[in-house]
């Protein structure tokens, strides 16, 4: 009996591997094959949707991700997996959630901890995606934290995860005065030109929130540290103090009054609360087919000055928590708690709590 147990498992560990070099030689030329490592289950994801496959055990550590995914092109390299240094996106780390304090030679933030939930109670797979670039050319003091969230497929949202800091630093270097609405329009405007040639693309899409965290020097104030935010679609930031709490991006959706308007004066449609009856966002990355209907990837642009004299918390996050949880609760987590990671653990707990269905992406960065 023993024997036979023994080659029972023997020859179920040589079936799982055949698997996974069957799918590695199958979507070789696929870069949006990953494995998700949200449960003990793991699945293989490709962007046909048909094709998963659940594994009960835990696959061989060189098959953590599959496929020839495409890099970025910046000239920083992640030096581990959790310091921040250079940039840090969904492919560089194999983690859920992870706490860092700010490099030695970067104190434009104390520290950021950030949480990725699937909910695969209800969701097969995660169309979620992050970028982060702490080292900025010339060692200047800032930092930008960017989070993006797919629709339709997270083909969109992958581009961006692995191109959007490559984007920017183009269009960065390009001032010597930095005029950060223009290097953001011109960021947007380039990368939804290059996703017109993803195949598909006309039907898929993503949202996004950028945060630039940098200093300004103000003739009356002094030097000041600023926030620039950048955003498309549902995805939002607020900035939470002991004073109040800021809501810095904008939510682009139907039931928007000043986006119905915008719509209704190009000649688009609303139909059912939904840009052409298709998508329920006014502004998004892709969603080609949505733009005759008056869907527009320009983002909204706003620059907050920040009082460093007290606690502070900024708050990047995707609808499966705005929709969930509302400013007073957070409000009230974050003047209970000094620790970002306490932060983060509660929110993403309390959206669950109140019933999200949705991937949860949470990002709490203490200034």
Known sequence: MNILKTNKIKNKKNLKKKIYLFMEKRYSADPYLQIDSNTNQKKIISRRSSDLLLLNSKEPKSLKYLGNRTKSKSPFRVQSKLQLKGIITSNTINVNEFKEKSPETNKSFKDI???????????????????ILINFPNNEEKALFAIFDGHGGSIISEFL????????????????????????????SSLNEEIKKISNSYKMGSTATIILITKETDQILGSQKVIYCANIGDTNCELFSKSNCKRISYEHRCNDSVEENRIKKGNGSIINGRVGGIISVTRSFGDFQCKDFGLICEPYINKVNVNCNEKNFLILATDGIWDYISEEDIFFITMNNNDSMIVCKNIIDKAKLNGSTDNMTCMVINL
């Open 113 to 131: 901890s950030f949480i990725q939930f699937q909910n695969e109670s209800y969701r097969d797979y995660m169309e979620d995606r992050f970028s």
């Open 161 to 188: 995860c692995q191109n959007f800091i490559s984007f920017f630093l183009k269009q960065y270097q390009k001032y010597e005065i930095k005029n950060y609405e223009k290097i953001f329009q011109k960021t947007f």
